[in-house]
């Protein structure tokens, strides 16, 4: 009876979790814990949930139980890797994103985290190498045109400009660009800016930037980034 109560908090729980009615969701998922403390996935959610609301330690104190109860799920590491992130342990974040690759091989999401983690480290070159051979490979066997490909070459490509390798940045920023959805389009475009404003390419930046404000019309990074196009131009 215990466990299917707990099973029941946890259901609906999670729906008010995804329709973002994030106090809701928390009581129940500690109602859910209460009443069974071996539901690995309330834990995992929330401690997700505590996450996004800013609550890092209780977050990696929910993450850690999940993972005291079942250490085989790829992705809870990836939470893991992020909230450790959010710490400021670096070493620790990278490592429990490596735990996450060795039983998820592969997850993009995975390798997004851990390309992150080595760039706040100032690994840069090591991102390079993580994630040189994966998107090349993703391209060659299904083209540009999917979304967690773009977030690895938006992360490529700024692991490449933070090494100086500016034109290596602008090609794998510009393959990005065809898959990539929601901010991540806005994060590739205005780092292609601002690139092409550093070398004074004002006309080009301009007409990325126009592109982008259809789709971001109130953006203020990508208003102040037409400011220093016209800055650069004279206007």
Known sequence: LRSSHGTS??????????RGELNEAQQLYMEAVKADPNLHTAWRNLGALLRQQGHTQKARDCTEQALRLDSSD?????????VLRDQGLLEESCQAFKEGLQRSPGSNGLLQGL?????????????????TPVTNGAIKRAGHNNNSLAELLLELGNAHHALGEKNQALERWREGTYGAEGEKRLFIGLNIAQVLCSDRQFAEAARLCKELESLFPKNENLIYAQGVIAK???D
Do not use: D, F, K, P
Not at 74 to 82: K, M
Not at 121 to 129: A, D, I, L, M, S
């Open 74 to 82: 790829g992705s809870l590491w990836g939470n893991y890797g992020n």
């Open 115 to 131: 390309a992150i983690s080595l760039s706040r480290r100032g690994e840069h070159r090591q991102v390079v190498e993580l994630l």
């Open 232 to 234: 650069g131009t004279g």
């Open 9 to 18: 908090l946890l259901q609906r729980a999670c729906t008010l979790h995804q």
